[in-house]
Every structure is written in C-alpha cells, then in structure tokens.
C-alpha cells in the first residue's frame, strides 16, 4: 500500500507512538498517507482510537513477526 | 476537527509512578490535539523542582521541608514496593529495558508538547519551595485558574 511517509516508533513505549504519530502527520497535507510501524502491543487499540477522534481514516494495518503497520489517511 | 478540547490533571502524588502516570496521560492528551494543563500541588509540587541547589532565603521549618522532599522528579520515591529507594532503582532498570519514558523525559516531553505546568502558590508557600527552585516556563496560579480550565474540561483527573 501507497504512502507519502514512514513512521518507524518501533521499540517505542506508550507514549511515544502516538506522540509521534501526531508530530509526523501534522507535517503531511489532507488526503496524504502515514504508515506507521510499532511494536507496543497497544498500538493498534490507542492508533484506531486517535485517528477516529481525530477524523483521520485507518485505511488498513497488519501484523508481522510482531511488527504492527498501520496506514492512516490525514483529514 | 471540532473545537479544541481539553484535559486537565491535578497532580497531588509526590510519588514518582503516580506522576508518570499523569504525564503519561498529558502527553497522550497532548497528542489528541487537548489543550493539557498540570495542575501541581503539595507532593506533586517536587516534580517540578529543579535537580541542582539553588541558594534562597528560607526559614527553619522551611529548610528542613526542603531537605527532606525529594528534589526534582528523578529523585521521587514509589507509591508501592518503595524499600528505602531500592524500588525506584529496580523501576528505573525495568524501564530502560522496556524503552519506556522516565518521568523527566516525560516532563521535558510535556513541556515541547506545550503542556501547561502550573504550580499551586498556596501550597508552594506551605512547603517553603520558592519559584527559583522550581522549573523554568512553568505558570503560578490558584484554584480559580485551575478551575477556570477544568470547568470546560473534557477530561479531568486528580492524581
């Protein structure tokens, strides 16, 4: 899947995943794409969370060998 | 988005867990786009104090609260499983390993997030800690601001 920036918070703990999941998609334009990889265990509940009061969309997000991926569309 | 909303934390808990907690969830806040306000008071009030000496004039009582409240929030004890200091040191080793924030980084994290840090004058006064001794860029108020933000506040915790 397309995106227009690359968020590696992996080995990051809560916090920070989301801290700098706000700072990264504040530098991109509606419409544009985030990808997002972490490896906290919560990430996918507090990403899903914070996109949706956000208004951004979670267009997908999988998992690999313990690597989440997410894909966030900006509002 | 809609109208800007806010969070507000009044920080109570000299205890070094009690206040990650709390700049855990301002900073978590700060990342919704809140606007966050701390609001510290008694023990909360030594998270905000500065780690080196600073030379103020102070009375008896007041020297020997500074002496034995902890100075800064590096040198905060646990609410739990403290064991004479043993704890924090266990703590601060676990969370190393698990790359979580210490409560300093948290704070200095806050404050780039621009967090509002306020410290109570009221009880500033009674524990004899004197704006030289506490962190820079930090605001003085009273219950009337802290409840000025709470009152439009969407979330609100004491700690």
Known sequence: MQSNKVLDAKGLACPMPIVKTRKAINELNAGDALEVHATDKGAKADLSAWAKSGGHALLKDTEEDGVLKFWIKKA | ?159
């Open chain 2, 1 to 159: 988005m809609s109208e800007t909303k806010r969070t507000t934390i009044v920080l109570f808990s000299g205890d070094y867990d009690k206040a990650m907690a709390a700049y855990i969830i301002a900073n978590g806040a700060a990342a919704y786009d809140h606007e966050v306000t701390i609001f510290h008071t008694f023990w909360g009030l030594n998270a905000l104090r500065k780690a080196e000496d600073v030379t103020v004039n102070k009375g008896f009582l007041e020297k020997m609260f500074a002496k034995m409240m902890p100075k800064g929030a590096d040198k905060m004890g646990l609410s739990k499983m403290n064991m004479a200091g043993m704890g924090p040191k266990m703590i601060k080793k676990v969370m190393k390993k698990h790359n979580a924030m210490t409560l300093p980084q948290l704070i200095e994290m806050a404050q780039e997030q621009d967090v509002k840090l306020v410290a109570c004058t009221m009880t500033m006064d009674l524990l004899g800690l004197q704006k030289e001794e506490l962190l820079d860029d930090i605001e003085y108020a009273g219950v009337a601001a802290y409840l000025g933000d709470a009152e439009d506040g969407n979330v609100n915790l004491f700690i």
